[in-house]
């Protein structure tokens, strides 16, 4: 999904689509929020020197495609990408609309960004960013996103139609791919029904990505493992599926 404030509008989706290690730490866990482990410490990014990606083509073509992906699963068309600081729904408080939208949106000084969105079975989906910023600039955006997350363990919100949405951040064991990786899990609930959400946002030299995959249950610790580490692979250009 390019642009759109995944967040916000993760029931909506659900309604209209086919929904579906840690390098350095320097600050203590987060407080719990309820029901969910705890957010693990603040990972620090790792220096760099190689030279950032300025080409959104080309950081496109390194973000998975649906070869990537377990079956079933779809491409779905790019969106148009919302102005800045707008969001398809506001939440309390403002800031946390920014959880699950794409990196380059979140933080701004990217020099090239890129996602995606693949639509699978029963409410299940795959989303995935990723935004190449200035070298002296990956590790203030690194830290600021784990930063947002830890001032929104709980917040909520109303969808389209508006009918009212809570949403809950919880630790999570990072993937141990990459220069440095961090992970959450979001519980969103509205009307009856709670999506899951496992999401990992990894470090690869000045290119912060992020994976996210969001289903009715509890998503398996080795898919979002899997496909991060593939996401990996891919911006390393190493060759392969």
Do not use: W
Not at 190 to 205: E, P
């Amino acid at each position: 999904m390019d642009g759109v404030s995944r967040g916000s509008a993760l029931l909506l989706a659900a309604a209209t689509t086919a929904l579906v290690a840690a390098c350095g730490s320097s600050k203590s866990a987060a407080p719990e929020s309820p029901g969910l482990p705890p957010l693990g410490p603040t990972v620090t990014a790792a220096p760099v020197t190689a030279d950032p990606i300025t080409n959104a083509d080309r950081l496109h073509d390194q973000l998975l495609t649906s070869t990537n992906l377990p079956p079933n699963f779809t491409m779905l068309p790019t969106r148009a990408q919302a102005p800045a600081g707008t969001h398809d729904s506001p939440t309390d408080p403002a800031e946390c609309a920014k959880v699950l939208t794409p990196l380059g949106a979140q933080q701004a000084g990217s020099l090239a960004k890129a996602s995606i969105q693949y639509a699978g079975p029963n409410f299940s989906s795959v989303d995935i960013d990723a935004a190449s910023f200035p070298n002296h600039a990956v590790a203030s955006a690194f830290s600021e996103v784990q930063a947002t997350l830890r001032r929104c363990l709980h917040y909520s919100g109303n969808d389209a139609t508006d009918i009212a949405v809570d949403y809950r951040i919880g630790g999570l064991t990072p993937p141990r791919v990459g220069d440095a990786a961090t992970a959450f899990q979001v519980q969103t609930t509205s009307d009856g029904l709670t999506l899951h959400s496992s999401v990992a946002i990894v470090q690869v030299g000045t290119t912060l990505a992020q994976v996210a995959v969001t289903a009715p249950e509890p998503v398996e610790d080795g898919v979002l493992s899997d496909l991060t580490a593939a996401q990996v692979r891919r911006l390393q250009g190493v060759p392969g599926p």
